[in-house]
């Protein structure tokens, strides 16, 4: 099983280019389904995610092939409608399948999910809304069975704003019967994108972008092209190692409106930033300040750039509170960040950082796609050499992490061995 072993203290400069968003990709993929023909998605990267997304669609029998940066899937002669546990287990977001599929071919039986291991994501609003677009669903053995002669439009109205709820029924209604109101729906950037992509197939989708999202069913869709967006997380991770390691960076093919809460954060930090249309550049103070953040939906501060934000906060001039009100428990990676001497506390969804001189390099275990994430960053900070274990989990999300970082100057190298 692979590791990463990161040699501390360089300081990064240069450029990196963001690659295409995994979010959105994870998504788009499975919206394919809901018509027959030839799609091509550009700008996608190359994950673990996207390959397991690869390997559901594939079950159900879309052709896909890769070349460059984009995926050509061919939804033409699709014979199954079952996304099996075996490739469901690995990523919660195999559950977008089940809204295309029931929305075209009337069924779908989907695995209840997977992903990683930290708190409960449950799925409870993407079947209460497929119900009331008219779909029958029912549990058997571990498994969600939908049913539905043809959906019908209706109003949803989400109790809570869920990015994966939202895209899952706007696909499900754009072949529903009528009219579909979303209310409380998710904002994210990503949403959008899936809303294009659907526009792109020939929806009728009004709202994107809002919370409000209205959408007049019709009788077919057509294949499409769309070129995705980039990933936002990925831009922000790299603009977090350029703060913490001290250093200079450019982010480039990024869209710095989608990172409005992080870049003022940073710059609350001390950092110096300048953003032209598709780049952003950091350069780091000699001291960080502390910055206290509660992470909220778009536009708010992700919670997934929470466990980077921590990290930057251990190498502080003075304590910080970041609370995530996003996932409560989303802070596995605080045990690890403390064996490199990080001074965090942990009440609930609370952190409380208290920064140090130095980090010391350690052998540290990943739990999740940003845990592994912010061990990285820490370990390009701290004194000596840092192993950081588990390494899969990074690679869920970020594409060849380790060249990007090595093209800034970081000693940092990916080797295979038996521990995990």
């Known amino acids: 099983m692979d590791k990463f ?29 809901l018509a027959s023909g ?96 008219g779909a029958e669903i029912t549990l058997d053995g571990g498994y969600i069975v939908a049913r539905a002669a043809r959906l019908r439009g209706t109003r949803i109205s ?36 899936v809303a294009e992509f659907l526009e792109a197939m020939g929806a009728h989708i009004h709202g994107a972008g809002s919370s409000r999202l209205t959408i007049e069913g019709v009788d077919a869709l057509h294949a499409a092209d769309y070129t995705n967006l980039p990933d936002r997380i990925e831009a922000g991770t790299f603009l977090i190692a350029g703060a913490i390691t001290g250093g200079e960076i450019t982010v480039t093919h990024c869209n710095p409106a989608h990172l409005e809460s992080p870049l003022e954060k940073l710059q609350d930090a001390g950092c110096d930033i300048s953003v032209s249309r598709d780049s952003i550049t950091l350069r780091a103070p000699d001291e960080l300040r502390s910055v206290d953040l509660t992470t909220s939906p778009y536009p708010g501060f992700p919670t997934d750039l929470q466990a980077q934000w921590i990290a930057l906060m251990a190498r502080s001039n003075d304590a ?33 950082v208290r920064g140090v001189e130095h980090l010391r390099g350690a052998k540290v275990m990943s739990t999740d796609l940003r845990a592994s994430a912010s061990l990285i960053l820490a370990g390009l900070a701290a ?35 038996e521990e995990y």
């Open 5 to 33: 072993i990161i040699h501390g203290g360089m300081r990064l400069s240069g450029e990196v280019k963001t690659s295409g968003a995994k979010n959105a990709t994870i998504a788009l993929m499975p919206a394919t389904l």
């Open 158 to 193: 989400f109790d809570v704003s869920s990015v994966g709820a939202t895209v899952n029924l706007m696909m499900a209604a754009t072949l529903a019967q009528g009219t579909t109101e979303l209310h409380n729906a998710a904002i994210e950037p990503e949403v959008t994108a």
């Open 383 to 417: 004194e000596g050499t840092t192993e950081v274990l588990r390494v899969y989990h990074i690679d869920r999300g970020y594409e060849e992490i380790e060249k990007k970082l090595r093209g800034l100057g970081a000693d940092i190298e990916r080797t295979s061995g």
């Open 320 to 352: 910080s509170v970041i609370t995530d009100t996003i996932y409560f428990d989303r802070f596995t990676h605080v045990p690890e960040l403390v064996r490199l001497g990080a001074n965090v506390e942990v009440t609930e969804n609370t952190a409380v």
């Open 38 to 133: 030839v799609s091509r998605l550009h700008n996608s990267p190359r994950l673990r995610d996207v390959t397991t997304m690869t390997r559901v669609l594939e079950t159900t029998g879309e052709h896909i092939e890769r070349r460059g940066d984009t995926l050509t899937i061919d939804s033409t002669n699709i014979t199954s409608f079952e996304a099996p546990y075996e490739h469901v287990k690995k990523m919660r977001a195999s559950i977008y399948v089940l809204g295309p599929l029931v929305a075209r071919f009337g069924k779908a039986k989907v695995s209840l999910p997977g992903g990683c291991a930290w708190g409960p994501r449950p799925v409870n609003l993407h079947l209460e809304g497929l119900q009331k677009l």
